[in-house]
């Protein structure tokens, strides 16, 4: 890939003075040069499959094969990607970083835990994850799920769907995310549309608490105009930038 001038005086400006409590929410866009589909750009997921059909509760009420085939196909996929540098690079921060920084992901995969991450908050839920709808169970769950299987809490049969937020439900974690947004000093959105709430609403909420707020995505995002930085770069590069630039010693004026 070729590299992209990053606009350094961006992430300076948006960076001083050093932040203290980062918010760090991503999206597809951070997974994509993995090799992971997006959802809602041109070629991607939500193109080629309908959401009604496969990403609603009604769905798995209707036809609950075929919303079961469509996230087994997913969670199969998980094992010829691997994490990037981007990935990477958040991991380092959450490590080496001095202060506070919360990792959320609108993602479903496992990328930034593979990546070294160890705290990632999926507000969207995750493919390698099975939900019982019965009772509410939450189990790890590696292979394809078919119907015949049993919630080990319940005992229901048919009942373990994706632990994954379809449209119409509420995102998890809601509660802790937002109490971080209310406190943090810097929120920044990495690879994402800005088309979902709410996590479309978190740097507005953030920047109303008085945090800087910095985009980091390959394109303006639809809100990209209530950020006070943008970086537009792949994320590989964007983010290492970011990364490099927070954990450098610097004198500040």
């Known amino acids: 890939m070729a590299k992209t001038t990053i606009d350094h005086e961006v992430l300076v400006r948006v960076l001083t003075p050093r932040p203290r409590r980062i918010v760090i929410l991503t999206g597809a866009g951070v997974s994509a040069e993995s090799g992971v589909a ?6 991607g997921v939500w193109s080629t499959v309908r959401i009604e059909d496969v990403a609603t509760p009604q769905a798995f009420a209707r036809d609950p094969s075929r919303v ?9 996929d998980l094992g010829s ?25 609108q993602n479903v995969d496992d990328l930034h835990e593979r990546g070294g991450s160890s705290a990632v908050i999926h507000m969207h839920g995750a493919l390698r994850s099975a939900l019982c709808a019965s009772c509410g169970a939450q189990v790890p769950w590696e ?14 049969v048919g009942r373990l769907r994706p632990d994954v937020v379809w449209f119409g439900e509420m995102p998890y974690h809601m509660e802790a995310i937002e109490a971080a947004l209310l406190r943090a000093d810097l929120f920044v959105s990495i690879g994402t549309s800005g088309q979902v709430y709410p996590a ?10 008085g945090a800087r ?5 390959l394109e303006p995002s639809a809100g990209a105009l209530q950020f006070d930085g943008c970086v537009h770069a792949p994320a590989t590069q964007s983010v290492r ?4 630039l927070l954990l450098t010693p ?3 004026t």
């Open 38 to 43: 997006t959802f809602r750009d041109k070629g």
């Open 68 to 76: 079961q085939a469509f996230y087994n196909g997913r969670r199969r």
């Open 81 to 105: 990607v691997e994490p990037n540098a981007a990935h990477r690079a958040l991991a380092q921060l959450q490590t080496d970083f001095d202060g506070e920084v919360m990792l959320i992901t």
């Open 143 to 156: 292979g394809d799920l078919d119907g015949s299987e049993r919630c080990g809490r319940c005992g229901a």
């Open 200 to 209: 479309a609403g978190f740097a507005a909420l953030a920047a109303e608490s």
């Open 213 to 217: 707020t910095l985009e980091l995505n």
């Open 241 to 244: 930038a970011f990364v490099d």
């Open 250 to 252: 610097r004198h500040e």
